[in-house]
Structures are given as structure tokens and as C-alpha cells.
């Protein structure tokens, strides 16, 4: 890259207000379409944010050998997932893609090499939720993907290099859910909220160490007991709160939302930074 490059990326992501970070608990891809308190949640704080200038998404849904960026124009709406309605198959969101992004997210991440991407678009853990936030689709996305060969400190660092895109605008959405367990969800119960003993005690120690900026202990969620053991089968879903902890800076506010479980195995919450 060129310094003529980089400086037409620096001025197309122009210094900003530091702008927040966000895990939202993204649940099932249902929740695009369906109305409840949880999309009313991401509505009314996509009408509170400063409208960004760009949107840098780590979805669960990405995995990876190796770290990629989504680097086209226009990237396409994934549904990648099966055995639910038309409906759901039939929705688009067609927000811009971000070149510029791509390009300067891999110049600022020293942690691994970074290819640009061409292939993949917006998943699900990505427009379900973002759809809510800016329903019209113009502002610009970009996904980053989750290499799953890295542990999660290597993640943890890698995020703290993405800082300074929060001086340009750039809005940092982690997308996941902190306790997801499949395997174990009571399907008869999945429109209800209702969780499992073992579901609430993961949820609210994860809680108690957020607040307590003790993102060492989320980092080794492995070494964490039953509980997190059950809530975190396998760490793509809850990786991307990983993420968005990792941006927090020392006189950052965190707010807590969304906090409901729902099938007995799964949690909705969601933060703010």
C-alpha cells in the first residue's frame, strides 16, 4: 500500500467523537423479521447512536482459517441458515460495503496478516441485527472474520488494535450471544423466557466480571467451571463479546440491555460501551 492510499483512506474515515461499541446478543435469525423487545431495543438505539460513518462487524458466523475482511462494494446478503420461512429467505439489506475500510483495517492490525475478501457479504449475525439498527441500509459494512486456529487472547489483542477506528466514525458491533447452547435449548420454551440454573449463573458472572473490567476471566472462559462449560460449548458465538470488551477504555461507561434469556439455554444480553 502506498502512502497516497492510506492517506485517501485517512481522509475518507475523518476524525471523529469517539464512538461506542456494541455486543448485541443476536439470537435466532427470527429475530429479523419478528417484532419483540429485543429489535425494538437494537430501533431505539440505532436512534440514539451518532449516525456512524461505517460499521465494522465481527459476526459468529464468520469462521475462518486465518482473518479476512470484507472488502467489496457490495456485499450480498447471506442466509445462511436453513428450515425457516420464505419470509426470512426473502430479506435484503443492501448497505454499501467499505473498500476503505477493509484496507485500513488490515494496515492498523499488526497482531496476524489480514487478507481483503471478496467472497463473502453480510451473514446473519451480522444484517439481523444491523437491519434494526439503520433500517435504510446506508451506511457502510464491513465484516471482520473469527479465526478459529487462535485462542481467545490472541483475539483480545487483535481487538485492541481496531481502537483507533473508533476515533472515525466506525461503529464496532460484536454480534453473538454470551450463553448459547444449541444442544440444550427447550424448544417448547423458546418463545418464552426462561433459563436453565446453570444458564442464569453464566450469564450473571459474565455480567459481574464485564463490570468489573475482568475480562481476564472471560478471556479463560474454559477455566471458569460447569456453568460456562454449558453456556460456551463452542466460543464462535461468545468470541465477539470478547471483541467489544477489548475496545473498553478506562473511563468508558458500560451499560447492560437486553438481559433475557430464552429456550433455557440461550441469553439475549447485549452491551453497550
Same mark, same amino acid.
Request: glycine residues 6%.
Given at each position: &500500500?502506498?502512502?497516497?492510499?492510506?492517506?485517501?483512506?485517512?481522509?475518507?474515515?475523518?476524525?471523529?467523537?469517539? &464512538?461506542?461499541?456494541?455486543?448485541?446478543?443476536?439470537?435466532?435469525? &427470527?429475530?429479523?423479521?419478528?417484532?419483540?423487545?429485543?429489535?425494538? !431495543?437494537?430501533?431505539?438505539?440505532?436512534?440514539?447512536?451518532?449516525?456512524?460513518?461505517?460499521?465494522?462487524?465481527?459476526?459468529?458466523?464468520?469462521?475462518?482459517?486465518?482473518?479476512?475482511?470484507?472488502?467489496?462494494?457490495?456485499?450480498?446478503?447471506?442466509?445462511?441458515?436453513? $428450515?425457516?420461512?420464505?419470509?426470512?429467505?426473502?430479506?435484503?439489506?443492501?448497505?454499501?460495503?467499505?473498500?476503505?475500510?477493509?484496507?485500513?483495517?488490515?494496515?492498523?492490525?499488526?497482531?496476524?496478516?489480514?487478507?481483503?475478501?471478496?467472497?463473502? $457479504?453480510?451473514?446473519?449475525?451480522?444484517? !439481523?441485527?444491523?437491519?434494526?439498527?439503520?433500517?435504510?441500509?446506508?451506511?457502510?459494512?464491513?465484516?471482520? !472474520?473469527?479465526?478459529?486456529?487462535?485462542?481467545?487472547?490472541?483475539?483480545?489483542?487483535?481487538?485492541?488494535?481496531?481502537?483507533?477506528?473508533?476515533?472515525?466514525?466506525?461503529?464496532?458491533?460484536?454480534?453473538?450471544? &454470551?450463553?448459547?447452547?444449541?444442544?440444550?435449548?427447550?424448544?417448547?420454551?423458546?418463545?418464552?423466557?426462561?433459563?436453565?440454573?446453570?444458564?442464569?449463573?453464566?450469564?450473571?458472572?459474565?455480567?459481574?466480571?464485564?463490570?468489573?473490567?475482568?475480562?481476564?476471566?472471560?478471556?479463560?472462559?474454559?477455566?471458569?467451571?460447569?456453568?460456562?462449560?454449558?453456556?460456551?460449548?463452542?466460543?464462535?458465538?461468545?468470541?465477539?463479546?470478547?471483541?467489544?470488551?477489548?475496545?473498553?477504555?478506562?473511563?468508558?461507561?458500560?451499560?447492560?440491555?437486553?438481559?433475557?434469556?430464552? $429456550? $433455557? !439455554?440461550?441469553?439475549?444480553?447485549?452491551?453497550?460501551?
Amino acid at each position: &500500500m502506498t502512502l497516497k492510499d492510506l492517506n485517501k483512506i485517512t481522509s475518507t474515515l475523518s476524525n471523529t467523537k469517539k &464512538m461506542p461499541v456494541l455486543f448485541l446478543g443476536h439470537g435466532s435469525p &427470527m429475530n429479523a423479521i419478528e417484532e419483540n423487545e429485543f429489535v425494538a !431495543s437494537f430501533r431505539q438505539l440505532g436512534k440514539d447512536l451518532v449516525k456512524p460513518n461505517a460499521i465494522l462487524c465481527i459476526s459468529a458466523h464468520w469462521e475462518t482459517k486465518g482473518t479476512f475482511v470484507t472488502a467489496m462494494q457490495n456485499p450480498p446478503t447471506i442466509h445462511d441458515f436453513g $428450515g425457516f420461512p420464505k419470509a426470512l429467505f426473502d430479506v435484503q439489506y443492501p448497505a454499501p460495503g467499505s473498500p476503505e475500510l477493509a484496507k485500513e483495517t488490515k494496515s492498523i492490525i499488526t497482531k496476524t496478516e489480514v487478507e481483503l475478501d471478496d467472497k463473502w $457479504g453480510l451473514d446473519h449475525g451480522a444484517w !439481523s441485527v444491523i437491519k434494526h439498527l439503520y433500517p435504510n441500509a446506508d451506511i457502510p459494512v464491513v465484516q471482520i !472474520s473469527i479465526d478459529y486456529t487462535k485462542p481467545p487472547q490472541h483475539h483480545y489483542e487483535l481487538a485492541k488494535e481496531l481502537a483507533k477506528l473508533r476515533q472515525k466514525g466506525v461503529l464496532i458491533i460484536g454480534s453473538g450471544n &454470551m450463553v448459547h447452547n444449541l444442544k440444550l435449548v427447550a424448544w417448547n420454551k423458546l418463545n418464552t423466557q426462561y433459563a436453565f440454573d446453570w444458564a442464569i449463573e453464566a450469564n450473571e458472572t459474565m455480567k459481574h466480571y464485564i463490570l468489573d473490567d475482568n475480562h481476564k476471566s472471560l478471556i479463560n472462559f474454559k477455566n471458569q467451571g460447569q456453568a460456562f462449560d454449558l453456556a460456551i460449548p463452542t466460543p464462535e458465538h461468545f468470541l465477539p463479546l470478547i471483541y467489544t470488551l477489548a475496545l473498553k477504555e478506562k473511563n468508558d461507561a458500560v451499560s447492560i440491555f437486553n438481559d433475557k434469556p430464552i $429456550g $433455557g !439455554s440461550l441469553t439475549m444480553t447485549s452491551i453497550k460501551i
